[in-house]
């Protein structure tokens, strides 16, 4: 068991700020710190507290709390335990538990992913299923699992984390900040373009994972903010009648591969998808069985043909189809539409007409900014020279509080010179978060008097080291 550890095991494990700045590669940016006296999350003076990774047999009992404090999540019995043991055994991710006097009152899942940071390949920590018992709630234990999760990622090397909220305000207190939004339209088939045609889009099978997984993971590599995949996560696409896929092919389909799709995969091999397409349907009528509502689930593509190729395909559907509902974290995708309103026909301030209904779902956090600095090494920040200090306010990880001294030459970040900053940047860890994440830019945050700048005349030029061609994208739920 992972009892909490000794004073002297804790500056080993989790050594201060000070003593991990010293030990940095010399790439460090002219780092000032604050260091913390405590770095373990739990009371040392009391040992029946412990956070420990739980054993396969504790499962259900994590179940049963997690399913009391969200009673929303209807699931059907057995169907968790199943879903959390093949995480544990397939290593993308891991439960853990908070025990008292021995009882289990919380715990939380971590995943492990793999994500396209900018122009790099780094480790991601996602956190989910934060339960507390109860009777338990109020008692600052969700606090305490988070602390030691951050901690955990330190050890790990691991320097950022990202959540789905179930309320954000509670994880901003925690340094989170908010990620990209995605809309929800409602569209009705008709004003789907119909393009060149459907021709090459064509029924995908469970032997097309290899296919799917390729499609994916091509476009993983090139686009920000993406989680890797693995082919057991392409296989819940074929789990269950109510999901399909469909793709386009980079060439046209074989006379073999129309007839037979199951031998596809052999029969065209070589070949790859340029997009594909998941969807279910959902009745739009209770009493007519012919009109339905289809739901995006997913929306792949790689270039503009095989994105019309889809869209044909959604638009011929108009026979039995009443809307299409998109999710799509894209700003300007409304525009493909002939007349992007939804069907609620809502109007507001007088004429705007609603197209879309907003969310936010992923919120990040970073845990070691000299370690996301060195991994944008390879990043251009607008071609922007500046020699900037970033002053950080974090009352959750001390680790993290206190200022960076950066040098940007023609958009490369380049160590520290110990020569005088030209001007100042404070912020939350949370703003600055998203704002590193490239989810918001630095213009509104200053407007909003979320980040501040000792000199405005540099608002232009840092508002271009900053700002992203695309927002973080994430398509995968956790």
Known sequence: MMKAPSEGAIRRLFPSCVERQAHRPSFRYNVTMKPKEKTHPLKEENSSEEIRALREEEIPQFVRIGLAAFPG???????????????????????????????????????????????????????????????????????????????????????LAMLFPFRADFYRKMGYGAGARMDEYRIPPAMIPAGQGKGRVRHLQEADIPLLEDCYQRLQAQRHGLLDRTPEEFQRFFEGPGLRVVGV????????????????????????????????????????????????????????????????????????????????????????????????????????????????????????????????????????????????????????????????????????????????????????????????RLRSLVRYELATLSDPAWLDRLDRLFRVEEKPLCMTEF
């Open 249 to 440: 092919r980079s060439t046209p389909f074989s006379t073999t591969w129309d007839s037979d799709p199951v031998n596809a995969a052999e029969t065209d091999k070589g070949e790859r998808l340029s997009g594909y397409l998941a969807f279910h349907s959902i009745p739009a009528a209770v009493d007519n069985p012919f009109l339905n509502d289809l739901n995006v689930h997913e929306l792949v593509y790689h270039d503009g043909e095989a994105l019309q190729s889809l869209l044909a395909f959604l638009h011929s559907q108009s026979d039995q189809v009443e809307r299409v509902i998109f999710h799509s974290q894209e700003e300007d995708f409304h525009v493909l539409f002939a007349d992007p309103r939804d069907t609620s026909r809502c109007c507001f301030q007088g004429d705007w007409q609603q197209i879309a209904t907003a969310g936010l779902g992923v919120m990040y956090r970073f845990l070691d900014l000299p370690a996301a600095f060195r991994a944008l090494a390879g990043h251009d920040f607008g071609r922007v020279s500046a020699r900037l200090r970033l002053t950080v306010r974090d009352t959750f990880l001390p680790e993290v509080d206190g200022s960076y001294d950066l040098i940007f030459r023609r958009g490369r970040l380049q160590p520290g010179d110990g020569v005088a900053p030209e001007v100042e940047l404070k912020m939350d860890i949370a703003d600055f978060s998203s704002l590193l994440m490239g989810a918001v």
């Open 73 to 159: 999540f209807k699931m059907p019995a057995g169907e968790p335990e199943r879903f959390f043991t093949n995480l544990r055994r397939t290593g993308r991710g891991e439960l853990y538990g908070y025990f008292q006097e021995g009882r289990m009152l919380g715990g939380y899942l971590v995943y492990h992913y793999l994500a396209r940071f900018h122009e790099a390949q780094v480790k991601v920590a996602g956190l989910a299923w934060v339960t507390v018992d109860l009777l338990h709630k109020k008692e600052h234990i969700a606090r305490q699992m988070i602390s030691f999760f951050h901690r955990q990622c330190l050890a790990d090397g691991t320097f």
